[in-house]
T-cell receptor, first 113, second 112 residues
Framework: DGGITQSPKYLFRKEGQNVTLSCEQN?????MYWYRQDPGQGLRLIYY???????QKGDIAEGYSVSREKKESFPLTVTSAQKNPTAFYLC????????????FGEGSRLTVL | KQEVTQIPAALSVPEGENLVLNCSFT??????LQWFRQDPGKGLTSLLL?????REQTSGRLNASLDKSSGRSTLYIAASQPGDSATYLC???????????FGKGTSLLVTP
């Protein structure tokens, strides 16, 4: 079945460690996105990519990094510079920009100990 | 900056009732509006996408309307079922850029 796969589903990290969240899609979508969701807040955009080897910062990119070497993959690294990394992270994709219908993965919950 | 507000924040209804969820936005220059459903601890599932030129979209028991000039959208759920219990989010795509603006959602509980 076509879809978006995020892994791991749950991740625990010690302070000062970098962690990488995986996002893979087999929908043949050009655009991919990373969102962060905190309790009581709307989703906030971290990074997005409209095409391979290109990506742009969203509203809250500080302390995060991404790469887009393949169309299917858009991993997110949460670096030690991110002040408050404990959150639920959601990856999404669309055919052509956010003006198209957005499809989401199941999310990854990161907890910093 | 576009502000998206969803009212009410939480709603509890008995099974079988028809209900309306509201979404308002401050800037009417939008490209489209999407309604999503989110179950606890899960990702978002797209329910309906309304283009700015459309007035409504329907899918099964769901009907979403859009009034761009007043900055409002409603999601109508007919004959609610316990399986409809979830958080419903609306998101607006502005004309100006690629960043969707999300509301904080309405948490719906349908009791048997």
């Amino acid at each position: 079945d076509g879809g978006i796969t995020q892994s791991p589903k749950y991740l625990f990290r010690k302070e000062g460690q970098n962690v990488t969240l995986s996002c893979e899609q087999n929908l043949n979508h050009d655009a991919m996105y990373w969102y962060r969701q905190d309790p009581g807040q709307g989703l906030r955009l971290i990074y997005y990519s409209q095409i391979v080897n290109d990506f742009q910062k969203g509203d809250i990119a500080e302390g995060y990094s991404v790469s887009r070497e393949k169309k299917e993959s858009f991993p997110l690294t949460v670096t030690s510079a991110q002040k408050n990394p404990t959150a639920f992270y959601l990856c999404a994709s669309s055919i052509g920009g956010q003006s198209g219908e957005l499809f989401f993965g199941e999310g990854s919950r990161l907890t910093v100990l | 900056k576009q502000e998206v507000t969803q009212i009410p924040a939480a709603l509890s209804v008995p099974e079988g009732e028809n209900l309306v969820l509201n979404c308002s936005f401050t800037d009417s220059a939008i490209y489209n509006l999407q309604w999503f459903r989110q179950d606890p601890g899960k990702g978002l599932t797209s329910l309906l996408l309304i283009q700015s030129s459309q007035r409504e979209q329907t899918s099964g028991r769901l009907n979403a309307s859009l009034d761009k000039s007043s900055g409002r959208s409603t999601l109508y759920i007919a004959a609610s079922q316990p399986g409809d219990s979830a958080t419903y989010l609306c998101a607006v795509c502005p004309n100006s850029g690629y960043a969707l603006n999300f509301g904080k959602g309405t948490s719906l509980l349908v009791t048997p």
